[in-house]
């Protein structure tokens, strides 16, 4: 009975430490990307109040920008300064045809860690359009749109 324990907790803890490569099609993540700017729609819940601005790296007196490792990790940086580093698992990643793109991107949405779902968005060879989180989380009612190019 021992070793049938001791052989669950083994495979748990490997499987809780689960990353993945960048390779094959992933591997056009590979790559320091340089945010350039992030459309804010603001408290969209009440009309009469919302407004949208437009954060970039000028406005905002800092710069952000993430960088993909070949061994299944990513980067965040602040500034040109290391902030994290998080271990990826995909939850998602295909082509897809955005609707409000010109062309087609793929869409993907990473665990971090292999936590929940914490950075979304689409790609294409030299854009990146991240969806609710980094670098501006969204609020309740806001809605953050970041978009990144590869440096």
């Given at each position: 009975m021992k070793i049938t324990s001791a052989a669950v907790i083994v495979i748990a803890f490997v499987t809780s430490c689960k990353k993945e490569k960048l390779e094959g099609d992933k591997s056009i993540l590979i790559g320091d990307w340089e945010w350039i700017f992030t459309k804010d729609i603001v408290d969209y819940c009440d009309p009469d109040f919302s407004y949208t601005q437009i954060l970039t790296p000028v406005t905002e007196l800092t710069s952000f920008q993430l960088k993909f490792l070949e061994k299944g990790k990513v980067q965040f940086f602040q500034n040109n300064q290391l902030l994290e580093t998080n271990r990826i698992v995909f939850e998602a990643f295909y082509p897809e045809d955005a609707?409000?793109?010109d062309s087609t991107y793929t869409?993907?949405?990473?665990?971090?860690?292999?936590?929940?779902?914490?950075?979304?968005?689409?790609?294409?060879?030299?854009?990146?359009?991240?969806?609710?989180?980094?670098?501006?989380?969204?609020?309740?009612?806001?809605?953050?749109?970041?978009?990144?190019?590869?440096?």
């Amino acid at each position: 009975m021992k070793i049938t324990s001791a052989a669950v907790i083994v495979i748990a803890f490997v499987t809780s430490c689960k990353k993945e490569k960048l390779e094959g099609d992933k591997s056009i993540l590979i790559g320091d990307w340089e945010w350039i700017f992030t459309k804010d729609i603001v408290d969209y819940c009440d009309p009469d109040f919302s407004y949208t601005q437009i954060l970039t790296p000028v406005t905002e007196l800092t710069s952000f920008q993430l960088k993909f490792l070949e061994k299944g990790k990513v980067q965040f940086f602040q500034n040109n300064q290391l902030l994290e580093t998080n271990r990826i698992v995909f939850e998602a990643f295909y082509p897809e045809d955005a609707s409000d793109l010109d062309s087609t991107y793929t869409y993907f949405s990473i665990a971090l860690d292999n936590e929940n779902s914490d950075l979304q968005g689409y790609f294409n060879d030299d854009t990146m359009i991240v969806i609710r989180d980094f670098p501006h989380p969204e609020g309740y009612c806001d809605i953050t749109t970041s978009y990144f190019v590869r440096k």
